[in-house]
């Protein structure tokens, strides 16, 4: 599987934006960029999904670069409800292989 | 829509015992995971289903460690003897394959086991 790279831990202020960074310089052509993230106490829950082009949903951005060996997480707004450890995670392109986690980023958001 | 359902929560019980760890998959999914969580070493999967047949085991640590999904709604992970080391949290997990990248695997909010 394809290594992703991501920051222990970063902090935010509430209602400020936030990017996660997640470096994947060894992606394949056929990899997904999934990111994950996990509440305390939770189990992980799905955030966001791309393959080349920027994706928007309810809960966040992901922008991809141009050569597909970065990508951005971006809450643009966060409460301290998104307090959570978030995984950037790459899949291939079948989905049929279960998802492998690294460490991921500890996002702290203060009040 | 109900979630993915772990039972028990929570579980203490002493070393040498067995444990019957429980999950029933979001209806319709028919793909099964189970991960185990630690500090030291996050999140492993442990053993994976698809269409109740087991696909990949090579996660479970050792033969004490048993898994089963008799049917497309329930799936049972087995700790015997359990020992001190296999305090974690379990997570069970449900996704449907379709053959595609669009659909995510959606977890169950794990079961606290510790082995006393």
């Known amino acids: 599987d394809a290594k992703t790279t991501q920051p222990n831990s970063m902090e935010s202020n509430e209602e400020e934006p936030v990017h996660l960074p997640c470096n994947h310089s060894t992606i394949s052509g056929t990899d997904y960029i999934h990111w994950y993230r996990q509440l305390p106490s939770q189990g992980p829950e799905y955030v966001i999904h791309?393959?080349?082009s920027n994706v928007n949903n309810r809960m966040a951005s992901l922008a991809i670069a141009e050569d597909r060996k970065s990508s951005t997480l971006i809450l643009h707004r966060a409460t301290l409800r998104d307090a959570a450890v978030y995984y950037c995670?790459?899949?291939?392109?079948?989905?049929?292989?279960?998802?492998?986690f690294g460490k991921g980023t500890r996002l702290s958001v203060i009040a | 829509d109900a979630g993915v359902i772990q039972s028990p929560r929570h579980e203490v019980t002493e070393m040498g015992q067995e444990v019957t760890l429980r999950c029933k998959p979001i209806?319709?999914?028919?793909?099964l995971f189970w991960y185990r969580q630690t500090m030291m070493r996050g999140l492993e999967l442990l053993i994976y289903f698809n269409n109740n047949v087991p696909i990949d085991d090579s996660g479970m640590p050792e033969d004490r460690f048993s898994a089963k999904m008799p049917n497309a709604s329930f799936s049972t992970l087995k700790i015997q003897p359990s020992e001190p080391r296999d305090s974690a949290v379990y997570f069970c997990?449900?996704?449907?394959?379709?053959?595609?990248?669009?659909?995510?695997?959606?977890f169950g909010d794990g079961t606290r086991l510790s082995i006393l």
């Open positions: 791309g393959l080349t």
């Open positions: 997990a449900s996704k449907l394959n379709q053959g595609g990248h669009n659909q995510p695997q959606h």
């Open positions: 209806s319709g999914h028919n793909s």
């Open positions: 995670i790459l899949r291939a392109d079948s989905g049929n292989t279960p998802l492998v």
